[in-house]
Structure formats: structure tokens, C-alpha cells
């Protein structure tokens, strides 16, 4: 999809980086003229619904399809007995099994809700009426419904998640104030407005799919190798994403079952979840459990710190929500042991949810915080302080740049901490008892490459051409502010081309890796297309610059010209007609020297083998956050409301702040769902999903959300990225529940360590 808005010219800065540039592509989403992966108009299109099994754990014995088959319109009901041809594909690393085939629809139930068959049929209405004459006879077998079944079992440690220093336990023994609890978060969904599907259509060996997605070229290469087929012949088209926070970066069952029957009948199938099958179809946040011990001296200093944490997991799979991940850096420490570990239960593979790991640790470390700072009669801002880590614990390295101290100093600041008081139930407003709270967060900056194609047009505008995509964090603007930057072209005639696995390759946009990765590929390209035009001008016999004298040249609003005074300047359309050029065209990306070629290449944008972590190089490079909250609790019936919220947060250079600032909110509104509204329900009879509906499952809306003031303490960090940025859409979220518990219990005196916090909990 390309983008292109003509706007009005503000402040000549909005169009480069750091400009607060509006979205491009908001005018079109705003006025509907922004077409999604199943609003796709294909000619001949045909309809697929899921059948869904009943059962947690058991067979399939049989599958009566007959009545479905002789109903109206019904095409082809699919079947586990039915061998669709698939091989198993690699995962997100590469890794791929040994000619092993892949069975989408499994006469081996592993969760309720489970995809056991589907059928195609001419309308969406006959496909789900023949859908619900499918007859499924199952044997069933005893399930683990839940984290808490009894059945469950202990945890199985994973010992690649076992981090540790000096001795924890004996210091900890030792401690002049200890404090120990259990935290636990439950399951959390995407909910993403848009919900998941595909339309896959088959010309030959070509396979053409819209579908939503984070990771184009990744999600081509499984849907290749499902097939055997080049990576080239698939083809995946997603310029526009209603939300995805994780769940749309890979293909899933459903994608193979949808392209699967399209093949077989030759025809586009189009196959669209309803908002309860987004609950089984791929897994959220998995539920969470932790223990924290932390010992301190007198004076709030800590001495040990002691974790050990579990998550679920599938019985099929293994998907760890690392509850360790933030703990072992967060505070200077000398002795220190953190293990994480698995216990699978009857349900779908968990997957990533904004912020992985980093969001329940937190939960559990920064709740545990402010117990100890109450422990030790001490300002929780002032615990974190004492405690404040100079260099990395884990890994020993220095900061690339951390100013954590920068945000807790000027987001109390701007809160009014200073006028809080320390004891709990001591401030309030009538019959509603006020609490202030604060939590810290990170996340890691994960650096990948990325590839971008700069194409200046003979009428001075500018392409910029890239597989990556938007979901909504802005990538079509910073590319175009990029671009104008080092092209010296204004925003509004620069194309912006994503969103297809055809384009130059890009790596996930998750992780908040994409950012820094094709900022860096675009502004390398723009930088060779910039070089390049000014070479052209001033050796090009047929160059009005060429006999200027003038050894360079430079460019901006779309001329170029000698940088004297009288100099002769004329516009790049003007240029480019006197050389006779339709364009210039240059690709470039941010691969090593030594990755290069269609291996790297391959390695680079469909899998995860050439990410480098935070710690890959000389320095510790993390994004950093630090949220305080004001809340107001009810004192007759315990209602809990966020009245207001203040959060500061150091992501290095920020490209866009419009777009950050918009970014930080929809992670700190995430945060105030998780903290008090968001769980996901199970019953335990038959592993069934309860509230798999958007009536059901809650989630937060404006009526919930109060005024969120956020503030950027970041500086450049260069050893992050190419233009300093560090991540910025995942670090939103991470400390906002804590923040919100520690308020209430600064509110109520009472400390809920379950999200969610519920008025049953406080009463």
C-alpha cells in the first residue's frame, strides 16, 4: 500500500525527525479508505468456518460430516482424516524439523476450542450453518484445565532462565528486614479490534494471501514451507493492521487450514475468526505465579534478592512468560537467584502480549518494592533511588544509557509526589480514599536489520519502498520523516510503500525492534540516493549545476543547490528532466558485511537468527520507565478508579513525540485493564474459555481512563540504533499494574497481590 497525504506545511521541522507529524495513513482510517487484509475485493471468494472441539484433552473417534455436505451451498468439509499435503515449518529461529508432517485439523485434542474440521461453503452464512451440522464424536480423557488444577503438578525449571550471583539464600537468611509474597497475574488476551483471518488465493504455484501481519517476510517463509515451496511464490499482502500487540506475527492453523482448502478447490477462500475463536485460536499472556524474598539492611538498601516463578504452558508446546525477565536488572544487588518455570495445562500455545516477561516480572518486583520501602518506613521513590543500579547487574556491562534517575526525579516531579503521604488511608476526598503510587519498568532493545528501497521520481518526489509494516505505531510517517530529513524533500511528497512480502525485507514489528532497524535501512538507502543525485549534478554534462565551480552541493524543500550565497539553485524535478532521468533507485540495508547475499538475507528478514539482545555488544541498552499513579477508591462499596496518571520514560532520541506520546498511552491504557479489569476465565468442568467475548472480557474504554500526562527524559543513545531511538511501544505497559496496587494499598491499606484488582478483593 502506498501512502501519501497532502497536508498542510506547519513548522518546517514537523516533516523530519522529531517533528510531531500527524499519521499519514490517519486520514484514510478515519474516512474509511483504509482497506484491511479481509476487506479485500476478490472475485469468486468462497467462505471457511472452523469447527471447534468440545473437549480439553481426548480424540477425535469420528467426525460425521454428511449433513454438513448435503446442506445448501457447502463446498468441502475438511477433516482430520483429510491429508492436506504439509510439512512442519521452522519456528521464529530457523529452526525447522526434519521432514515432518503438519496436521492443522489433529484427531489428538489438546485444549476446548481446538480447530477439528472446517467447511467451505459458497456464503459465510451456509459455510457456518454446515459448520454447525458437523457431528464430532470424541473420546475423552482427563484434563488440566488451569494452572490451580490439582493435576497440575510442580513446575519444571527451565535452566537456560536460571540467572544467579553470589550467595542469595544466605544473604537473604542474614538480612536485618526481609519481606516475602507471592504475585500472580491471570490470562490476558489481544482482543485486537481487528480480528484474525486471511484471504488466500492460489494462481498456479503463486500463493497470494491478505492477511493482517507483523512479520511479512517471516509469515510468507512458513506459509513456503508448509508447501515446499520458494519463499518467493507466497506472497503476503498487509498494509493496514487493526491492532495487533503480538498475535499477528506468525501464521497459525487456521491460515494453513484456509489456504489448504483454497488449493483443493481451486477458488479464494476467505476464512475470518469470530471474537471467540480469537480466545483458542492462538494463545495471549499465559497465567503467571511468583515468589519474591527480598533482603535489606536497616536503611532500605537490599542485600538479596530471591525469585522463583512459573507460567503455564500447553501440553504440546512450550511458550515461557518469563517471570524473571526485568528482576535481575532492575536494582543493584550483590547476591542474587532467579528461576522460571513451566507448567503445561489443556491450553492453547500462550504467545507474546505486549511487553513478554517484562510485564508480570515487574508486577511481582515492583509490588514487592514498595513492601519493602513500607518495611523499612522509606519513601518508595526513595527505596528505588538508594537501590539505583549504575551498571548492569546481570551482565556486569555499562548502561549505553540509562535515565531511570531522570524520569523518577521528573515524573514525581510533575505528579506532586512531594505532597504525598506516607501513611496508608491518610489521604482521601470525602467518603473516596486517595493513594499515590509508583513502579518502575524496562524493556530491552533488540537490534535487527532491515532493508529499504529510496526511489527519487523525475518530478522531485520520493519513494520509500519496504516489507515492513504499520499497526498503527506510525511507521509510514517516521519513514517519510526520514527520508525527508536526509533527502531535504518535504513529508508530503514522499511515498511510503508497505506491508508486502514482495518489497524489501524487513524484520517483526515486535520486540519494538522495527523502528530502529528501518529507520536505519532508510536513512542508509536516502543517504546513497542523496549521494548519488548530488554526484549526478555536478558531473553530468548535461547538469544546469555542472559548471558551477562548486565542489558540493546540498539539498532542502526540494531543491537543490550551492551552498553560497547567489549560488545557483534549482528544484530536483528541474534536475531530473535535464539529466533525462526517470529516477534514481538505490537499496540498502543494515546487514553486516559478512551477512550478506540471499543467506543472510534470508536469515535477516524471515527469522529471528541474526537478532542481537541488549547486551550483544560492549554496552546494556534498555528502554526505562517510571509511572505514578493517583487513585480513588470508593470506602463504602471499593470501587477502584485511575484518577490520574503521570509516567516518564527514556527511549533515547524519539523520532516522532506525537507518535511516542500516543504509543506510551495505549500501553499505560493496556496497563489500567491489566491492573483492574482483564482475566480470562475457564471452567474448570471441560477447559472451556468463559468469557471469550468483548461483553465478557474486559477491557479498558474511555469512560475508564483518566488524564495521562507522559514526559520524555531520553537523550540519543547511538549504540542502540543508527539515529539514537531505542524501543518505544512495548515499554508503555511494563510497571502500570504494579503502580496501580501499590496506590490502592497506599489507598485501602490492603495489599492485592492478584491482578486483577477486583472490589471483592478490597472488601
Same mark, same amino acid.
Given at each position: ?9 506547519? =513548522? ?12 499519514? &495513513? ?39 460430516? *454428511? ?19 504439509? #510439512? ?6 530457523? +529452526? ?38 458437523? &457431528? ?34 544466605? *544473604? ?28 488466500? @488465493?492460489? =494462481?498456479? &504455484? ?26 518467493? @511464490? ?58 519474591? *524474598? $527480598? ?16 507460567? /503455564? ?56 518494592? =514498595? /513492601? ?10 526513595? $527505596?528505588?533511588?538508594? @537501590? ?8 556486569? #556491562? ?14 514525581? /516531579? !510533575? ?36 532493508? *529499504? ?16 509494516? =504499520? ?21 508530503? +511528497? ?31 538507502? !536516502? ?69 550478506q547475499g540471499p543467506k543472510g538475507h534470508k536469515k535477516a528478514w524471515t527469522t529471528m537468527g541474526s537478532i542481537q539482545g541488549p547486551t550483544a555488544g560492549a554496552f546494556s541498552m534498555h528502554s526505562w ?24 520514560? &527514556?527511549?533515547?532520541?524519539?523520532? +516522532? ?16 485493564g491489566q491492573a483492574l479489569l482483564e482475566e480470562g476465565l475457564v471452567d474448570p468442568r471441560n477447559g472451556r474459555v468463559i468469557n471469550n467475548n468483548l461483553g465478557d472480557y474486559l477491557v479498558a474504554t ?60 478490597? $472488601?
Amino acid at each position: 500500500m502506498t501512502i501519501m497525504e497532502p497536508r498542510k506545511r506547519g =513548522d518546517a521541522s514537523d516533516g523530519t525527525i522529531g517533528g510531531r507529524l500527524s499519521r499519514l &495513513d490517519g486520514r484514510l482510517k478515519i474516512t474509511g479508505r483504509a482497506t484491511y487484509a479481509l476487506e479485500q475485493p476478490v472475485e469468486g471468494l468462497v467462505h471457511a468456518v472452523l469447527v471447534q472441539s468440545r473437549i480439553a484433552a481426548g480424540r477425535v473417534v469420528k467426525v460425521d460430516a *454428511a449433513k454438513a455436505q448435503a446442506a445448501p451451498g457447502t463446498l468441502l468439509v475438511l477433516t482430520p482424516d483429510v491429508d492436506l499435503g504439509l #510439512k512442519m515449518a521452522s519456528d521464529w529461529y530457523g +529452526n525447522r524439523p526434519e521432514n515432518q508432517p503438519y496436521h492443522p485439523l489433529s484427531n489428538d485434542v489438546a485444549f476446548n476450542g481446538q480447530a477439528v474440521a472446517a467447511v467451505i461453503g459458497e456464503t459465510l452464512e451456509q459455510a457456518a450453518e454446515a459448520a454447525r451440522l458437523v &457431528d464430532v464424536t470424541y473420546e475423552e480423557t482427563s484434563a488440566i484445565v488451569d494452572f490451580d488444577d490439582p493435576k497440575a503438578g510442580e513446575a519444571t525449571l527451565i535452566d537456560a532462565l536460571t540467572v544467579a550471583w553470589g550467595d542469595a539464600d544466605a *544473604a537473604l537468611a542474614t538480612s536485618q528486614v526481609r519481606i516475602e509474597a507471592e504475585y500472580r497475574t491471570p490470562r490476558e488476551y489481544h482482543v485486537a479490534i481487528e480480528p484474525h483471518g486471511l484471504v488466500a @488465493n492460489w =494462481d498456479g &504455484d503463486q500463493l497470494t494471501i491478505w492477511e493482517p501481519s507483523q512479520w511479512t517476510h517471516g509469515m510468507a517463509r512458513t506459509y513456503a514451507e508448509w508447501y515446499g515451496l520458494p519463499d518467493e @511464490n507466497v506472497r503476503i499482502v498487509s498494509p493496514f493492521i487493526g491492532g495487533g500487540f503480538g498475535s499477528k506475527a506468525t501464521a497459525y492453523a487456521y491460515g494453513a487450514i484456509a489456504t489448504a482448502a483454497a488449493r483443493k478447490l481451486g477458488r479464494p477462500v476467505k476464512l475470518a475468526l469470530t471474537r471467540p475463536q480469537t480466545f483458542t485460536a492462538f494463545g495471549g499472556r499465559a497465567t503467571t505465579r511468583q515468589t519474591i *524474598a $527480598l533482603g535489606a539492611n536497616a536503611d532500605g538498601v537490599l542485600q538479596s534478592i530471591v525469585h522463583e516463578g512459573a507460567s /503455564e504452558t500447553a501440553i504440546y508446546a512450550d511458550f515461557p512468560e518469563q517471570t524473571n525477565a526485568a528482576t535481575p536488572l532492575m536494582y543493584a544487588v550483590d547476591n542474587f537467584r532467579a528461576k522460571h518455570g513451566l507448567v503445561p495445562v489443556n491450553t492453547v500455545v500462550p504467545g507474546a502480549l505486549r511487553a513478554p516477561g517484562k510485564n508480570p516480572s515487574t508486577f511481582g518486583l515492583e509490588c514487592a518494592m =514498595d /513492601e519493602l520501602a513500607y518495611a523499612v518506613g522509606l519513601d518508595p521513590v526513595e $527505596l528505588r533511588l538508594r @537501590n539505583y543500579a549504575e551498571r548492569d547487574p546481570q551482565s556486569g #556491562k555499562p548502561w549505553s544509557t540509562r535515565r531511570l534517575r531522570e524520569a523518577l526525579s521528573q515524573g514525581g /516531579e !510533575a505528579f506532586g509526589w512531594s505532597r504525598r503521604s506516607f501513611v496508608p488511608r491518610s489521604m482521601r476526598e470525602g467518603r473516596q480514599l486517595i493513594g499515590w503510587g509508583v513502579a518502575c519498568g524496562t524493556f530491552p532493545v533488540l537490534r535487527a536489520s532491515s532493508e *529499504a528501497l529510496i526511489r527519487i521520481l523525475s518530478d522531485g518526489s520520493v519513494e520509500v519502498v519496504s516489507g515492513a509494516i =504499520d499497526m498503527g505505531q506510525g511507521t509510514y510517517t517516521i519513514l517519510a520523516q526520514t527520508a525527508a530529513e536526509v533527502l531535504g524533500v518535504p513529508a508530503a +511528497n514522499i511515498n511510503v510503500r508497505l506491508g508486502d512480502s514482495s518489497l524489501p525485507g524487513a524484520t517483526v514489528a515486535g520486540g519494538s525492534m522495527l523502528a530502529g532497524a528501518i529507520t536505519g535501512a532508510v536513512h542508509k538507502a !536516502a543517504s546513497a540516493a542523496r549521494d548519488e543525485l548530488i554526484e549526478l549534478a555536478l558531473n553530468d554534462f548535461a547538469s544546469p549545476l555542472r559548471d558551477t565551480g562548486a565542489n558540493t552541493l546540498m539539498v532542502a524543500d526540494g531543491r537543490i543547490f550551492v551552498p553560497r550565497d547567489g549560488g545557483l539553485s534549482i528544484s530536483i524535478a528541474e534536475l531530473m528532466t535535464a539529466l533525462g532521468r526517470d529516477s534514481i533507485e538505490i537499496r540498502r540495508n543494515t546487514l553486516p558485511e559478512g551477512e550478506q547475499g540471499p543467506k543472510g538475507h534470508k536469515k535477516a528478514w524471515t527469522t529471528m537468527g541474526s537478532i542481537q539482545g541488549p547486551t550483544a555488544g560492549a554496552f546494556s541498552m534498555h528502554s526505562w520507565c517510571a509511572h505514578f499513579v493517583e487513585v480513588k477508591v470508593d470506602e463504602d462499596f471499593g470501587t477502584i478508579r485511575v484518577s490520574r496518571m503521570v509516567s516518564a520514560f &527514556d527511549c533515547g532520541r524519539i523520532y +516522532n513525540p506525537r507518535l511516542a506520546e500516543s504509543q506510551w498511552r495505549g500501553g499505560i491504557i493496556m496497563g489500567i485493564g491489566q491492573a483492574l479489569l482483564e482475566e480470562g476465565l475457564v471452567d474448570p468442568r471441560n477447559g472451556r474459555v468463559i468469557n471469550n467475548n468483548l461483553g465478557d472480557y474486559l477491557v479498558a474504554t474511555n469512560a475508564d481512563i483518566p488524564p495521562i500526562q507522559v514526559i520524555s527524559v531520553g537523550i540519543p543513545d547511538l549504540d542502540a540504533s543508527v539515529l539514537g531511538g531505542k524501543g518505544v511501544g512495548e515499554v508503555g505497559i511494563v510497571g502500570v499494574a504494579p503502580a496501580i496496587a501499590n496506590a490502592v494499598f497506599h489507598a485501602t491499606g490492603k495489599r492485592v497481590r492478584d491482578l486483577p484488582i477486583t472490589l471483592e478483593k478490597l $472488601l
